[in-house]
């Protein structure tokens, strides 16, 4: 796994951050803080991504089939994390990335039982600084 210090996407442009994704995904792409890890969505979240869908504020880009999600991520279009808990393993919602033209937007979902507890700004700021460290 790859932490963000060591990410092989550091080099890359904006605009190649996502061209190189999927070879990077094959290796598990993960990014670490100092409470989460964003891991690359598999194919075994599928049971964490549908109880974060349960949830009554889940936004649409959540309610994509996972089939379809999970293979955007596979490709490189649409990068797809679950923020995961260091300290309890739980997951505490999810945070993807996408690419269009020269631009990339930042999706984050943080499951309502872990709100106000600053990890979304820690997510999105973990993701920005892969994204942009070749920049």
Request: hydrophobic share 50%; glycine share 4%; net charge negative.
């Amino acid at each position: 796994m790859h932490a963000l210090e060591t990410c092989p996407s550091a080099s890359s442009s904006l605009p190649r951050i996502l061209d190189v994704t999927a070879d990077i995904v094959a290796d598990v792409l993960a990014v670490d803080t100092p409470r989460l890890q964003l891991r690359a969505l598999q194919r075994d979240d599928a049971a964490a991504v549908e109880l974060l869908r349960t949830c009554d504020d889940a936004p649409t880009w959540l309610h994509v089939p996972f089939a379809v999600m999970a293979a955007a991520t596979e490709e490189g279009s649409r990068l797809a994390f679950v923020m995961r808990s260091h300290a309890t393993g739980e997951v505490v919602g999810m945070v993807a990335i996408t690419r269009a033209a020269n631009q990339c937007a930042i999706d984050c979902y943080v499951a309502p039982t872990h709100v106000r507890r600053g990890y979304a700004r820690e997510a999105v700021t973990a993701l920005a600084r892969v994204a942009l460290a070749g920049t």
